[in-house]
């Protein structure tokens, strides 16, 4: 299923000529490991920055940190931050974000905030996913790969004629 | 087999209070996502920058895309570069990184490079993966997870007594 989706993704992108970068925190890479699965995907997809350390949300997108601490680095304001500024920073067309609390410990654990930026609009979304760990950042990694799918879609759709 | 020697890996650099970030192209962020399935990685683990364009490499690395170009990124040279750089980029003790081709087209498909710099030495190792285009990657992600926990290993050995 999800295979089907990111040749989807990775066609439409192609044929639109867009590329694509990520800002990973909780799932830690496995959103830019799914995109990478699709043979051809290097045409599209620039690169990601893992940023599982508020050092390096700091240090590469500039959040300050005390904004960090208080969230613990997880938040709607954060994830379309990085969003929008992975887009500048590897000068693509789209920026995609995923931040939030994987577990197995601590509060909020199966929050995750997922961001898509393209051109003059960014979404975000929280979801709530329960379950393991490993599930947590696989299913929240298939969500942020759908919602870019739709974003970029829904961008370039044509209204209907009545 | 791989769960056992993350944790180890991650208990070691726990213990020897060592950080780590990581470079990776054609593994596509899959050896971070794998350092990140254990639970308290984040105290180790700053992050990873993936590098799936030349342009990505040209950006964070410094590398001049004359010398991408020739070698399509990918060369024992240019590995070490990504492992020794990605280690002050994120300021931690360890960098690690992974070019390749991943095929399933194109010539040296099942090439892998594997660098790990720690301290003042930078190894690299060069790989010849067959399988498909998912089985290179995983299985290049695992060598040099055992890399990363070789070396560090074998940087805090003591000579035996004789």
Redesign the interface.
């Known amino acids: 299923m999800i295979m089907k989706t990111l040749r989807k993704l990775i066609d439409k992108l192609g044929k639109e000529k867009l590329t694509l970068a990520?800002a990973?925190s909780a799932?830690?890479?496995?959103?830019?490991?799914l995109?990478?699965?699709i043979?051809g995907?290097?045409r599209i997809?620039?690169?990601?920055?893992?940023?599982?350390?508020l050092?390096?949300k700091t240090?590469f997108f500039k959040i300050p940190p005390a904004i960090l601490r208080q969230t613990q680095g997880v938040s709607r304001k954060i994830t379309s931050l990085l969003a929008r500024r992975v887009k500048n920073?590897?000068?693509t067309d789209v920026g995609a974000a995923l931040t939030g609390f994987a577990?197995?410990?601590g509060k909020n654990v199966g929050q995750v905030f997922l961001s898509v930026s393209y051109r003059n609009k960014t979404s975000v979304k929280k979801v709530m996913i329960k379950g393991s760990?490993?599930k947590v950042?696989k299913e929240a990694s298939m969500i942020l790969i759908e919602m870019i799918y739709n974003q970029v879609g829904a961008g370039h759709a044509r209204p209907v004629k009545k």
Do not use: H, Q
């Open positions: 990520c990973e799932s830690g890479g496995y959103v830019s490991y995109l990478t699965k043979p995907s290097s997809f620039r690169g990601s920055i893992v940023v599982y350390s050092e390096a240090k920073i590897l000068n577990g197995p410990a760990r490993d950042r």
